[in-house]
């Protein structure tokens, strides 16, 4: 759904300045269709993508010694002189040229070998330059597929320290290299948009000398992300972050929203039929929403909270203000079946309170469908609850006052929804995460976003019992699991993606849940990421309804589903999950009135790293201090939050080390803005260069258009 006269207006205005670097990398020499995709797979589609994109290793090739003091093992370039070619007698043996200069010999050694090309590139006779590692065979030096072999006087073509790039399948490091270089020569002199007093303190160099010295690394510590040039680029990289996010809160708050505001009559009424009371966070939250929703401007407000804490039924609150002010409600689910679950939850509030409430989803089709739309825009549907479907073209409220989003676990999906806006109609947003993030991390994913954070479980909750054992005890788990299903219990058991491929954990999940039945009888079932939606909701349905006792799962799908009489989670191999992912898994369970456990099964030998995760997880449950303690143990160079879609991610920023850094670039985001909002200064200018080097276009249109 983006909005494609926006784009265009956008690339019109980019600085001319950038042209080059956002040409595409098939327009470098030597990039054919082959190359390009794969380039495009690792670092993206224009030269500024691959600039990006640092080196993660060095090759030193200065060791340049006489053959007969080289040492195995080592890189080295040598100036020898080609003997004679000795081709295999058969298709398995390697194809040899012997060398030698003064002091000793040596033999290329060559699997695959293309005779014709060989005698091109080393002529017997001839003198040349080789460059590769050296090895040390029966006493004989050798040197397999030398990396450079080139005649003498061409000795500046072989660099003396070589980056070393992630490379995908089919890649060849040298040609991404060779990219890189050719993209290199592109980048302009570009106008300074960092402070000059604040650059000289901390002893960085200007931005092109930054990227031309962070991809020419001699030593192993160049590679740190605390070297100057680094550091440099990643305070960029934050600082654009930075800009963005609060040019896009200003605006958010600038677009005229509408006054939601009632006596709070629905909400009593629901709040009456309740069998509990909301806890203090639960009205603090309650509170902090009303008073957004009550103010003329838009509403953009995260509720941050465990699973469990709470969070859906502040929502349909807030929901209940937004339909006794007059207007209409939605609430999106990211999954099928958690909009059906959330339906099911908040059906009775709603009718407690006389509102008229829907589902609308992928599945409601035809003649429901129709209906629910018309009901929709006649204003006779009060809160639609749905999946995506929701914001389909077709959707039209009557008066969309409230869009609450549960993002679950995916975070970073606001940022798409809060920037299209659903036609003329500016509806306040409530986004509902179950992801505790740490400070760092949501001043960069949700630093746009006004947050009230739900701290604790609410009342009555009993603690989960969380043990760690290792795998020989599996057995044992079983057995336990024997008797906890003999009584009734309900238990999960998380087979997680161990290998590369989907298919071998696939199989293994599935051998598990064999195992299972062998051992347990036919009460276990079984869900995947790769069966289809109805498949899935089936299994779940049966599990739900207790005609399963023990399902197996891979990862962590349908994280959301809420099956209060699962007291047990069982995951396999826990050491490979991420803290956060370990505790949202727990907390699966302990949501009915039963004593919940938790079993965490690790294959030994334990790092410290995962010792100090389960350490952790036996320790607390609150999600804020196990997600701070998750982004400390992730450490430098490690992929944040595993991989979940929709996170910002940094191409050189590590938050795990750059913690102050972005702490820096807020401050200077904000002083900056204050003191030129539209960046019509020489800095501003040069600040509006550096949103669109970092693709934060959508930010700078909103310069213009407040
Ligand atoms: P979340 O959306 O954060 O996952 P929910 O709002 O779905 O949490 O609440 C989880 C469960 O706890 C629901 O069954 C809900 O009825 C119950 N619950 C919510 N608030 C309270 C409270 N203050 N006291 C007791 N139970 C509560
Ligand atoms: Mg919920």
């Not at 006493?139 to 490379?167: F, G, S, W």
């Not at 349905?541 to 399902?551: D, Q, R, S, T």
Request: glycine content about 8%; some cysteine; proline content about 6%.
């Amino acid at each position: 759904m983006t909005d494609r006269r926006t784009l265009i207006i956008v690339v019109n205005m980019r600085p001319s300045i950038l042209f080059p670097l956002f040409a595409e990398t098939r327009t470098l020499p030597g990039i054919g269709p082959r190359l390009e995709k794969l380039i495009t797979q690792i670092a993206g589609k224009r030269l500024v993508d691959l600039i990006v994109d640092l080196p993660t290793g060095v090759i030193d090739r200065s060791y340049r010694p006489k053959l007969i003091a080289a040492e195995a093992g080592r890189i080295a370039t040598v100036l020898i002189n080609v003997l004679d070619h000795l081709p295999p007698r058969d298709r398995r043996q390697p194809y040899r040229v012997r060398c030698s200069d003064d002091t000793a010999t040596i033999e290329l050694v060559f699997f695959h070998a293309r005779e014709d090309y060989l005698n091109k590139t080393l002529p017997v006779g001839s003198q040349r330059l080789i460059s590769g590692r050296i090895e040390r065979f029966n006493n004989k030096l050798q040197m397999p597929h030398p990396d450079y072999v080139v005649p003498p006087d061409q000795d500046a073509e072989l660099p003396l320290h070589e980056p070393v790039y992630a490379l995908t399948e089919g890649l060849p490091g040298k040609s991404l290299g060779k990219a890189i270089r050719g993209a290199l020569e592109k980048v302009p002199a570009l106008p300074e948009w960092q402070e000059p007093s604040y650059l000289k303190v901390q002893n960085w160099p200007l931005f092109a000398d930054a990227l031309r010295k962070a991809h020419a690394p001699a030593h192993e510590a160049d590679l740190a992300p605390t070297t100057p040039e680094r550091s440099r680029l990643a305070y960029d990289e934050l600082l654009a972050n930075q800009l963005a996010l609060i040019l896009i809160r200003a605006r958010m708050r600038a677009t005229k929203g509408r006054v939601l505001q009632g006596a709070g009559r629905l909400k009593a009424r629901a709040l009456g039929a309740l069998a509990f009371a909301l806890t203090e966070a639960q009205q603090q939250a309650l509170a902090e929403i009303e008073a957004d929703m009550a103010l003329p401007s838009r509403m953009l407000r995260l509720l941050q909270g465990d699973v469990g804490a709470g969070k859906t039924v502040v929502a349909m609150l807030a929901l209940l203000d937004a339909v006794e002010a007059g207007a209409q409600g939605a609430l999106m689910a990211p999954t099928e079946i958690l909009a059906r679950q959330h339906m099911a939850a908040l059906q009775p509030m709603a009718e407690t309170a006389g509102v008229r409430m829907a589902l609308l989803t992928g599945r409601e089709r035809g003649p429901l469908r129709e209906a629910t739309l018309a009901g929709l825009v006649k204003g006779e549907i009060d809160i639609l609850v749905g999946t995506h479907a929701l914001f389909s073209e077709d959707v039209a409220f009557r008066d969309l006052g409230l869009a609450v989003i549960d993002e679950q676990h995916r975070f970073g999906v606001h940022q798409r929804m809060t920037l299209q806006g659903k036609g003329e109609q500016l509806a306040d947003v409530l986004v509902m995460t179950a992801t505790p993030i740490p400070r760092t991390l949501a001043l960069t994913a949700y630093g746009d976003m006004d947050v009230s954070r739900l701290h604790g479980r609410p009342p009555g909750r009993k603690p989960v019992e969380t043990r760690v054992l290792p795998t020989e005890r599996l057995g044992e788990v079983v057995e336990h699991l024997r008797k906890a299903i003999a009584k009734g219990a309900r238990a999960y058991w998380v087979c997680p993606l161990v290998a590369e491929s989907e298919k071998i954990d696939l199989a293994a999940a599935e051998d598990r849940a064999a195992e299972l039945k062998a051992a347990l009888g036919d009460k276990v079932g079984m869900v995947h990421g790769k069966m289809k939606p109805a498949d899935r909701d089936a299994a779940m349905a049966k599990f739900k309804g207790g005609e399963i006792a023990i399902l197996v799962a891979t990862t962590v799908i349908e994280v959301g589903v809420d099956v209060p009489e699962a007291t047990i989670m069982v995951v396999e191999h826990a050491e490979r999950f991420g803290l956060a992912q370990l505790h949202q898994l727990r907390g699966r369970v302990g949501r009915g009135s039963g004593k919940s456990s938790c079993l965490l099964v690790y294959q030994p030998p334990l790092g410290e790293t995962a010792k100090a995760r389960l350490k952790t997880l036996r320790e607390t449950d609150d999600g804020f201090v196990i997600a701070e303690e998750d982004l400390r143990l992730r450490g430098p160079g490690e992929l944040l939050g595993t991989r979940q879609s929709g996170q910002v991610e940094f191409r050189m920023a590590d938050l795990a080390v750059h913690g102050e850094l972005l702490a820096a670039a807020r401050d200077d985001a904000k002083l900056a803005l204050s003191r030129d909002p539209d960046l019509r200064s020489q800095r501003g200018e040069a600040l509006r260069a550096l949103l669109y080097l970092f693709s934060r276009d959508e930010a700078v249109r909103y310069l213009r258009a407040g």
